[in-house]
């Protein structure tokens, strides 16, 4: 009996670069706006999103990403992306703004 083998070959990657996240468009600040909306991207197509407002949660976002119903005073949004391949931005885009009234 006569056995056969054969090999396999193949070529991968390996991708372990973060994308970068930028923040397109924000709100005028000072504005008595209590409707923000935020535009952002990233580097890496094909990437999505986590948004944050204040102390709140990330939460899974797109953009145009709009907030209603703020109250007046001092604001942070912050997001960041997600590859495809799962790597995370670990420095995410902020813009700080205050709604006056």
């Known amino acids: 009996m006569r056995t056969m083998t054969s090999v396999a070959a193949g070529t991968w990657t390996v991708d372990l670069t973060a994308p970068d996240t930028t923040i397109d468009s924000s709100p005028a600040s000072p504005s008595g ?3 923000p909306t935020f ?3 990233s580097n890496e197509a094909g990437s ?3 948004c ?3 102390k709140k949660k ?3 976002c797109s953009s145009p990403k709009t907030y209603k119903n703020l109250k007046r ?3 942070t949004f912050k997001v ?5 391949d799962g790597n ?3 420095s995410p885009a902020k813009d700080k703004f205050t709604i006056v009234g």
């Open 58 to 60: 990330f939460r899974a």
């Open 48 to 50: 999505t999103f986590l």
């Open 80 to 84: 960041e992306a997600i590859d495809a």
């Open 73 to 75: 005073g001092k604001h």
């Open 88 to 90: 995370v931005d670990k």
């Open 33 to 35: 706006n209590t409707t």
């Open 52 to 54: 944050k407002l204040d």
């Open 39 to 41: 535009a952002f991207s």
